[in-house]
């Protein structure tokens, strides 16, 4: 069976960065609740694992922030660097880039996501089913 892929358009808050992405039908979106996560953009933040040359964007116009994560992961935030809005993730261990889910310009594809880091760490005035975790 032929994979159909979508095509969407996003973009930061300041208009600085501009981009093009193709995605699955039904995307793979993680909502991380991890205190790195949590740290990085200030709350809950749901990210989408983009496929190998997935997105068309200007890399020039982002800026970068190296750490390494909770289960020793480098990864390297990619930011707007005017205004700062949070744009890409990438985890060098999957060797995946994942963007920022709300940078899209049209979220009514996100229909299903996954809670990563949900026991560990999250707000308590969550709820969330346990269909909805991962695995
Ligand atoms: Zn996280
Ligand atoms: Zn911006």
New binding site residues.
């Given amino acids: 069976m032929e994979k159909k892929f979508v095509h969407k358009k996003g973009g930061c808050i300041c208009g600085t960065v501009k981009f093009k992405v193709s995605l699955d039908e039904l995307p793979r979106v993680f909502s991380?609740h991890?205190e790195?996560?949590r740290k990085k953009i200030g709350g809950i933040m749901s990210i989408i694992e983009l496929r190998e040359n997935a997105i068309d964007i200007d890399k020039s116009l982002l800026s970068t922030f190296e750490h390494i994560g909770g289960s020793g992961n480098k990864i390297t935030k990619y930011f707007c660097g005017k205004c700062a809005a949070p744009v890409l993730t990438f985890v060098e261990r999957w060797n995946k880039f994942y963007l920022y889910a709300g940078l899209l310009d049209d979220i009514s594809i996100l229909k299903k996501s996954k809670n990563i880091?949900f026991e560990e760490s999250h707000f308590p005035f969550m709820e969330i089913s346990e269909k909805n975790l991962k695995p």
Avoid: G, L, S, V
Wanted: charged share 20%; proline share 0%.
């Fill in positions: 991380c991890c790195d996560c880091y």
